[in-house]
T-cell receptor
Framework: DTEVTQTPKHLVMGMTNKKSLKCEQHMGHRAMYWYKQKAKKPPELMFVYSYEKLSINESVPSRFSPECPNSSLLNLHLHALQPEDSALYLC?????????????FGPGTRLTVT | DQQVKQNSPSLSVQEGRISILNCDYTNSMFDYFLWYKKYPAEGPTFLISISSIKDKNEDGRFTVFLNKSAKHLSLHIVPSQPGDSAVYFCAASDAGGTSYGKLTFGQGTILTVHP
């Protein structure tokens, strides 16, 4: 089983809203990732959690706040977003953060900020 | 600075023939390379990977070749099938370092396999 699940599938929010994206994996992976993908562009890394600790923050604005409540769950809290934040948000996991391990991606959440 | 480049935005191939997708990289610290396939409105699907200690890795119809001196890798799909039509991303990481699995992706190549 190499499944990573993400909810919701679609999200429309206003610039003053607060919302959260959720990601779950049950593969026993110890590293989890958030990526952002704009149309016709490759995924860009936002955050890496390794053993439930934030290991990488790619200079992401503070209106995006990640959280890793346990080794299977990863959240992305959204607040005061801008229309240019509209994108596909992808979650991924891998067995370990360091080493030669492939990452498995979820289906993504399509976010639209109005 | 684009560290991973896929110079062909698109590739069209007849069913049953070979598809060859190319990828170049500039960062000599990269030591792990992966190929992903992506359909619209879905997340990328892992296809195959190769570490820098190898020059070839094969999995069914998919073979990845790595030429470290040229900083070039390619994905061969033989035989190509219409269901292979998708966007293919090459990705690289400094797996032996402290990158915590950070993947750097190329821009993608749209593969179309015609029946």
């Amino acid at each position: 089983d190499t499944e990573v699940t993400q909810t919701p599938k679609h999200l429309v929010m206003g610039m003053t809203n607060k919302k959260s994206l959720k990601c779950e994996q049950h593969m026993g992976h110890r590293a989890m990732y958030w990526y952002k993908q704009k149309a016709k562009k490759p995924p860009e890394l936002m955050f890496v959690y390794s053993y439930e600790k934030l290991s990488i923050n790619e200079s992401v604005p503070s209106r995006f706040s990640p959280e890793c409540p346990n080794s299977s769950l990863l959240n992305l809290h959204l607040h005061a977003l801008q229309p240019e934040d509209s994108a596909l948000y992808l979650c991924a996991s891998s067995q370990e953060g360091q080493g030669f391990y492939e990452q498995y991606f979820g289906p993504g959440t399509r976010l639209t900020v109005t | 600075d684009q560290q991973v480049k896929q110079n062909s935005p698109s590739l069209s191939v007849q069913e049953g023939r070979i598809s060859i997708l190319n990828c170049d990289y500039t960062n000599s610290m990269f030591d792990y390379f992966l190929w992903y396939k992506k359909y619209p409105a879905e997340g990328p699907t892992f296809l195959i990977s190769i570490s820098s200690i190898k020059d070839k890795n094969e999995d069914g119809r998919f073979t990845v070749f790595l030429n470290k001196s040229a900083k070039h890798l390619s994905l061969h799909i033989v035989p190509s099938q219409p269901g292979d039509s998708a966007v293919y991303f090459c990705a690289a990481s400094d797996a032996g370092g402290t990158s915590y699995g950070k993947l750097t992706f190329g821009q993608g190549t749209i593969l179309t396999v015609h029946p």
